[in-house]
Nanobody
Framework: QVQMGESGGRSVQAGDSLRLSCGAS????????LGWFRQAPGKEREFVAA????????AYADSVKGRFTILKENSKNMLYLQMNSLKPEDTAVYYC??????????????WGQGTQVTVFT
């Protein structure tokens, strides 16, 4: 079972950039695609981005295309989310998780603590 640990969230001003980190450990992270999800207050958890651990192919939610970039560092089993041009509507708790292929379906029912991102005007 892949175990994930998110970090890097904080409060930032609209227009700022932020990079989130996720350490993936446990059973063979190479066999997974990994992704980022987020949950805003009062809303359901939603897909943000995913990446193939094998070939680096990516997928993004329309709301973040062109602003967010998902990155991986295989040698360190690290996943990142580079977030640029942040907007108040990006405020949420961000989670990383294995995904079913490079797409929006999480391949787990177990979620970590997440990391809080708050964007203020």
């Amino acid at each position: 079972q892949v175990q994930m640990g998110e970090s890097g969230g904080r409060s930032v001003q609209a227009g700022d950039s932020l990079r989130l980190s996720c350490g993936a450990s446990g059973h063979s992270s190479k066999s997974y695609a990994l992704g980022w999800f987020r949950q805003a207050p009062g809303k359901e958890r939603e897909f943000v981005a995913a990446i193939s651990w094998i070939d680096g192919s990516t997928a993004y939610a329309d709301s973040v295309k062109g602003r967010f970039t998902i990155l991986k560092e295989n040698s360190k089993n690290m996943l990142y989310l580079q977030m640029n041009s942040l907007k108040p509507e990006d405020t949420a708790v961000y989670y990383c998780a294995p995904t079913v292929g490079v797409g929006p379906t999480p391949a787990t029912h177990h979620w970590g603590q997440g990391t809080q991102v708050t964007v203020f005007t």
